[in-house]
């Protein structure tokens, strides 16, 4: 596969346009915790708890430090 200088600058160009696009970014991950304890006999395990409802988590590392950071609303999710 040739890889010219005129084929590099359109590859170039064209993640260029793509990344334009591309919305509001943050590094690292968002996951789900589901709300429930760690504590296995405690009350809300018990299936009629309605729990605290899904929480989510943001984690990433700053100079090798992993950092978590909760989101306390729907808009700072
Ligand atoms: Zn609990």
Do not use: W
């Not at 296995?40 to 950071?69: F, M, W």
């Amino acid at each position: 596969m040739p890889n010219t200088l005129a084929e590099l600058e359109r590859q170039r160009c064209k993640l260029f346009k793509e990344i334009a696009h591309v919305g509001d970014m943050r590094r690292g991950s968002i996951t789900a915790t589901s709300g429930r304890c760690g504590k296995a006999n405690c009350h809300c395990h018990d299936p009629a708890h309605p729990g605290q409802g899904l929480t989510y988590r943001l984690t990433y590392k700053i100079e090798g430090k992993t950092v978590s950071e909760y989101f306390a609303t729907a808009t700072a999710l």
